[in-house]
T-cell receptor, first 112, second 110 residues
Framework: DSGVTQTPKHLITATGQRVTLRCSPRSGDLSVYWYQQSLDQGLQFLIQ???????AKGNILERFSAQQFPDLHSELNLSSLELGDSALYFC???????????FGPGTRLLVL | SQQGEEDPQALSIQEGENATMNCSYKTSINNLQWYRQNSGRGLVHLILIRSNEREKHSGRLRVTLDTSKKSSSLLITASRAADTASYFCATDAHTDKLIFGTGTRLQVFP
């Protein structure tokens, strides 16, 4: 158990819908990262927050957005969902920047 | 785009044998990390090696780093069936984000 929690574990929804994935980092960690893992793209970095501020952006679509709240939990919002958005979405946290990242168990999203 | 590529893509061995996985990357780094992922589950951090380190050990794991060749290897000694998983290297390319390789799928047969 990494100490990072993610909800929900599974999500099945339809194209065009919007979903919110939630992540609680390890106690004391200030950085939160979001990754997408799909069969064809592998593990892709989406976005990073550090102490509430966006710090780095990766291959995140404009239909996706995220935020980190004052209590340091983070949410990833996926809108206008497409079939290709079906994937495992992981959240990771670290104490600071360029430190070991600890991953949550992931949210499996299936878009039908 | 993938920064790292693991080789081999898949590896099958018997319990007790050693497993070696290699990772090559493209740009200079601050550190390189190895992660394990059991099928469909979260990634588990195994070991971090900094760019000024050449070798690191953790239990049955041995990681080497050759920055001149931009490559790293992960050796698992005396493998067990429980080591069956996918193994990924991840590099930082002097940024905060991790860029993962394509992974090596290891199968250890009892």
């Amino acid at each position: 158990d990494s100490g990072v929690t993610q909800t929900p574990k599974h999500l099945i929804t339809a194209t065009g819908q919007r979903v919110t994935l939630r992540c609680s980092p390890r106690s004391g960690d200030l950085s939160v990262y979001w990754y997408q893992q799909s069969l064809d793209q592998g593990l892709q970095f989406l976005i990073q927050y550090y102490n509430g501020e966006e710090r780095a952006k990766g291959n995140i679509l404009e239909r996706f957005s995220a935020q980190q709240f004052p209590d340091l939990h983070s949410e990833l919002n996926l809108s206008s969902l497409e079939l290709g958005d079906s994937a495992l979405y992981f959240c990771a946290s670290s104490l600071g920047i360029q430190e070991t990242q600890y991953f949550g168990p992931g949210t499996r999203l299936l878009v039908l | 785009s993938q920064q790292g590529e693991e080789d081999p893509q898949a590896l099958s061995i018997q319990e007790g044998e050693n497993a070696t996985m290699n990772c090559s990357y493209k740009t200079s780094i601050n550190n390189l990390q190895w992660y394990r992922q059991n099928s469909g589950r979260g990634l588990v951090h195994l070991i971090l090696i900094r760019s000024n380190e050449r070798e690191k050990h953790s239990g049955r794991l041995r990681v080497t780093l050759d920055t001149s060749k931009k490559s790293s290897s992960l050796l698992i000694t005396a493998s067990r069936a429980a080591d069956t998983a996918s193994y990924f290297c991840a590099t930082d390319a002097h940024t905060d984000k991790l860029i993962f390789g394509t992974g090596t799928r290891l199968q250890v047969f009892p």
